[in-house]
C-alpha cells in the first residue's frame, strides 16, 4: 500500500470515530439550549425570574448587536429594561480580545462585562456569575453559538437560551465551521420560526435532531 494509500485508510477510522461521537446522546445534550427564541427581546423576563433565573449573562455579537457594531436596536433597549423590572441582573460575557469592543455597548446598556472569556471555557462564566452573585441554578447565558454559549452555559448547568443570529455578517470561522455543524446537528433557520418568535418548550426534552422544531 503506498504512502498516501494508508495515510487514507489511518484517517477513515479516525473520521468515522468522530462522527460517532458527533452522534453521541450526551453531547447532543450539551448543546441543546433549553428555550429557542429568534432574538432576546422575544425572552420573556417575568417567565425566567418564575423560573427561579436571577441574573443572565448576555453574548454580545449577533446577540445584543450586529458583528462587530455599537448600534443596539430599540427593542434591545426596552428588553434590557424588562431584564432590570423583572429584578435580573445582567452581564456582558464576551470572547472579544479588548474593552474597546464591549464597553460602549455595555455602558450604554448599564451593565458590566467580561472580555477575553474563551467561551465555551468555564472560566468567563464563573468570573461572571462572581460578578453577578449568582449561582449557576440561578443564572442563564444567553447567546447565538450552539458552540460557544450553549455548550458553556450548558457544561455548567445553567439554563440556557439559543437566540438567532442578528446579522449573516460575523467571522469566518463560524461562519464556515460553527454554522454547517449547528445545521448538521438540527438548527432551524430564522425563517423557519413562527411569528410570536419563540420555538421549542421550556424544558430540555426534545432529542437534538428535532432542535426548534417545538415540543
Ligand atoms: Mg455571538
Redesign the pocket.
Known amino acids: 500500500m503506498c504512502s498516501r494509500s494508508l495515510a487514507v485508510a489511518e484517517a477513515v477510522p479516525r473520521l468515522t470515530a468522530g462522527c460517532c461521537l458527533f452522534h453521541n446522546k450526551a453531547m447532543h445534550a450539551t448543546l441543546r439550549p433549553h428555550w429557542l427564541v429568534a432574538q432576546v427581546s422575544d425572552i420573556n423576563c417575568a417567565a425566567l425570574a418564575a423560573r427561579g433565573v436571577q441574573a443572565v449573562i448576555l453574548?454580545?455579537?449577533?446577540?445584543l448587536t450586529p458583528?462587530r457594531s455599537f448600534d443596539i436596536a430599540p427593542a434591545v433597549m426596552a428588553w434590557m429594561a424588562q431584564v432590570k423590572a423583572a429584578g435580573l441582573r445582567a452581564c456582558i460575557v464576551s470572547n472579544a480580545a479588548t474593552a474597546r469592543r464591549v464597553r460602549p455597548v455595555a455602558e450604554e446598556l448599564g451593565v458590566p462585562w467580561i472580555t477575553r472569556a474563551c467561551k465555551p471555557l468555564p472560566g468567563g462564566f464563573h468570573r461572571a456569575m462572581q460578578l453577578l452573585g449568582s449561582t449557576p441554578e440561578t443564572t442563564a447565558m444567553i447567546?447565538?453559538?450552539m458552540f460557544?454559549?450553549i455548550l458553556g452555559g450548558n457544561r455548567l448547568g445553567l439554563f440556557t437560551i439559543l437566540v438567532e443570529?442578528i446579522s449573516p455578517h460575523?467571522a469566518w470561522t463560524t461562519s464556515l465551521l460553527q454554522r454547517p455543524l449547528e445545521r448538521l446537528l438540527g438548527r432551524v433557520p430564522r425563517e423557519a420560526f413562527p411569528s410570536d418568535g419563540v420555538q421549542g418548550g421550556d424544558e430540555r426534552a426534545q432529542p437534538i435532531d428535532q432542535l426548534g422544531t417545538g415540543v
Open positions: 453574548d454580545l455579537d449577533n446577540t458583528w447567546g447565538d453559538q460557544t454559549d443570529p460575523e
